[in-house]
């Protein structure tokens, strides 16, 4: 026999109208937000208060924000072998856990033999959950892969709070299974953020974790 309305209010077990939507609704949310919960936890708990002091903003909401990740693979060999760009295409879904978009020719250059909308590269901007996930596995699985590294530098900022790195090899992510890997292709990354100056984007990237050269290395 269904409950009726009053019969609930008496029942405390009884689940109100709609519950059990928003509960489906919440665990798939938390299921999604789950892997880059402690880069989250980081940035609010941590890195906030940190920009607050060294900058001396007047509140947490000047504190600068990771905005989007920008990935770039340039597959100019793909002019003569169009079967890279899907071998890149699948590479870098796997990095990033996204389905990449193939980058065209917008112009012919008759010197490099290159037509007007030949696929010439791939790249994925990632943001919110996914961009967080990439960043936690970039900064402590994929860097300490990187042979011989010493730190990144940190002159490649645009003057505008964003910096980009170059990877030289995607085998250091573990996505990458070496013995299936027929070519090894580098890879650009921009990390654009809202901050005002360099200066600030650094320490905000700090924060995170990238580990930036220090003056010792450089020196």
Sequence with gaps: ??????????????PAKGTEKQEKKSAEHFVEEKVPIRLLSLYREKVVPELVKKFSYKNVMEAPRLQKISINVGVGMATQDPKLIDTTVKELEAITGQK??????????????????????????????????????????????????????????DGRGNYTLGVKEQIIFPEINVDNVNRISGMDITFVTSAKTDEESLELLKGFGLPFMSKQSKN
């Design 100 to 157: 990449p978009a193939v980058v065209k020719a917008k112009k012919s250059v008759s010197n490099f033999k290159l037509r007007e909308g030949v696929n010439i590269g791939v790249r994925v901007t990632l943001r919110n959950a996914r961009m967080f996930e990439f960043l936690d596995r970039f900064v402590n699985v994929a860097i300490p892969r990187i042979r011989d590294f010493r730190g990144l530098p940190d002159k490649s900022f």
């Design 1 to 14: 026999m269904a409950k009726t309305k009053q019969d609930r209010k008496k029942d405390p077990d009884a």
